[in-house]
Each structure stands twice: as C-alpha cells, then as structure tokens.
T-cell receptor
C-alpha cells in the first residue's frame, strides 16, 4: 500500500530534551515536506526537500532541523524543544517539485512541557 | 509572504443543501490544491487546479480556479453527512517548492 508513515504518533516530552520524528514514504517520491498545524493558523511549512541531500527552509524553520540521506526518509529533529513547539506535525511527499499533489502522513501530536 | 484566506470559517448545513467555500489571496499561485481532513488524520488531496479559469468536477464537488490564479472555490451539491470535515486549500509557488495553506473551512453536514 502506498503510504507515508510517521513515528511516533503521540509524544509528550520536556523542554530541552532532543527528539526526532521519523517520516518514511514508499512511493519513490522525490519531494518531501514537514508541516505543523495549529488552531486558527492552519498548516505551515517547516522544511522541505526536493531530493536526497537537498533541503530548504519553509515558512517556520526556527527550532527545527531535517536531513535527507535517503530518498524514502525525512526525519524532523528538535534539538531543544520548547513549549511553543507543541503542535500537530505532518510529513508529506509528492512525486517531484513539478507535481504539487502531496500525500500526507497520519500526523504526530507533540506536547512539550 | 503569500497568504491564503478561506471563508466561511465554519459551516453547518442540512443534508441535501448546496454550499460553496472560498479560498482567496492577493498572490498568484502556479497551482492550487483542495484537501479534506478528518479528525485524527492527515489531509487527503481532492483536486489540483493549474490553469486560470479551470473548472474540475469530482462527483458532487465542483472546483474552480480564478482567471488570475489568485482564488478558488469549492461547490458541493446535495451535501451528505460523509462530506463533513475540514476543507483546506493550498497554493504552490512558481517553483513548486513552497506551499501555503489556508486556515480551512470546517463543514458539518447534519442528517
């Protein structure tokens, strides 16, 4: 089944404790992206990657890092999480940057206390 | 910064009614997508519109892209309870790299 998977689905952590949210897609997509969704603000793009070893900042990249060492994986790293990073996070992928149809993962709900 | 606005923010209607939701911006987008999101799940793509003035139909859903590629509308005919959800529009920049999402229209269709 073609899909985007994220882990974990739920995470409660404390301020400053490094964490990684994994994202994997099995569709051989070149383009991958991370979003956060907050009430009243909609989905905001954090980082995106057009291909292996090519990443770029979205609209809200502060406090986040990403890497794209393999085509299928695009982990989101929070080196020192803060309470304002409490949010619902989505990973998405599309065939390439010319194809704008994104497939989303199920989401990761992160709470930072 | 490109921004997308959606209206109405909330909509509650009876089964069988028609409705239209709007997605507006002052910016031009190379394409615009509509997604539906249900609680606890990620957004699911409904349609992509690319050409100014384009109209696409998906069963009871009709999507239109404005002539200037700055706005779009989604019209649902004879709404059903299964149409309930959060409807999101998203615009792609000219390079297809950066995506902007509207805040969404939360639709509730009552039986």
């Amino acid at each position: 089944e073609a899909q985007v998977t994220q882990n974990p689905r739920y995470l409660i952590t404390v301020t400053g404790k490094k964490l990684t949210v994994t994202c994997s897609q099995n569709m051989n997509h070149e383009y991958m992206s991370w979003y956060r969704q907050d009430p009243g603000l909609g989905l905001r793009q954090i980082y995106y990657s057009m291909n292996v070893e090519v990443t770029d900042k979205g609209d809200v990249p502060e406090g986040y890092k990403v890497s794209r060492k393999e085509k299928r994986n695009f982990p989101l790293i929070l080196e020192s999480p803060s309470p304002n990073q409490t949010s619902l996070y989505f990973c998405a992928s599309s065939f390439n940057q010319g194809n704008h149809e994104q497939y989303f993962g199920p989401g990761t709900r992160l709470t930072v206390t | 910064t490109q921004l997308l606005e959606q209206s109405p923010q909330f909509l509650s209607i009876q089964e069988g009614e028609n409705l239209t939701v709007y997605c507006n911006s002052s910016s031009v987008f190379s394409s615009l997508q509509w997604y539906r999101q249900e609680p606890g799940e990620g957004p699911v793509l409904l349609v992509t519109v690319v050409t100014g003035g384009e109209v696409k139909k998906l069963k009871r859903l009709t999507f239109q892209f404005g002539d200037a590629r700055k706005d779009s509308s989604l019209h649902i005919t004879a709404a059903q309870p299964g149409d309930t959800g959060l409807y999101l529009c998203a615009g792609a920049d000219n390079y297809g790299q950066n995506f902007v999402f509207g805040p969404g229209t939360r639709l509730s269709v009552l039986p």
